[in-house]
């Protein structure tokens, strides 16, 4: 009786654990499933193309090395490789994206709802660092040098800074084909049709004016 009672509970155990793996990125049931962006298919993901029609350039992706232009407010650019740039991503649960810092540029706040992010720096120097959720909210950060590497679990506020005077670069991994990003300021601030400036100023304990110019800069 007791050997029955261990087998049925290791059985649970291990439904609970597939059930937690099919939570995030599903495992592919075939080779490949090429993303068809020509498919009208409403699908979680994109459809797949015939492998028939399937080619080397589906897998491949050119311009990673070319520097992003960081002549904008926040002084920096993002150069995403996810399933929108590479088919050939489409159900593998992988992308990435180089990041260009002018010195003292900022990836401002933001989240990705659908993907841890593991950040490596290949030149300069950054501050990076991420917030927990409620109610604790603490600010984990740390600066870092060429070489080093540092994670930012999946939806939390996180964002990096160059801190050095000459510009910076990093490339980021993460654990979807399509992460999503969303920006903090642009969502709050920027949302068409508006957030009541009326909720803002509330959340933010701050004068309507204040919501309003800042609404008007985005």
Known sequence: ???KHITLLMTLVALSLG????????SPLQDFCVADST?????????CKSPASVGADDFSFTGLHIPGN???????????VTVAQLPGLNTLGISLARV???PWGINPPHTHPRATEILTVIEGSLQVGFVTSNPGNSHITKTLQ??????FPVGLVHYQRNVGTTNAVA??????QNPGVITISNAVFGSKPAVSSDVLAKAFQVDKSVVEQMQAKF
């Open 70 to 80: 960081t002549s904008n407010p926040n002084g920096s650019k993002v150069t995403p």
């Open 39 to 47: 498919s009208s298919a409403r699908l979680n993901g994109q459809a």
């Open 1 to 3: 009786m007791a050997h």
């Open 146 to 151: 060429k070489g080093d590497v540092f994670v």
């Open 171 to 176: 490339i980021a991994a993460l654990s979807s």
């Open 100 to 102: 260009d810092y002018a």
């Open 19 to 26: 059930f937690l793996v099919s939570a995030f990125e599903p």
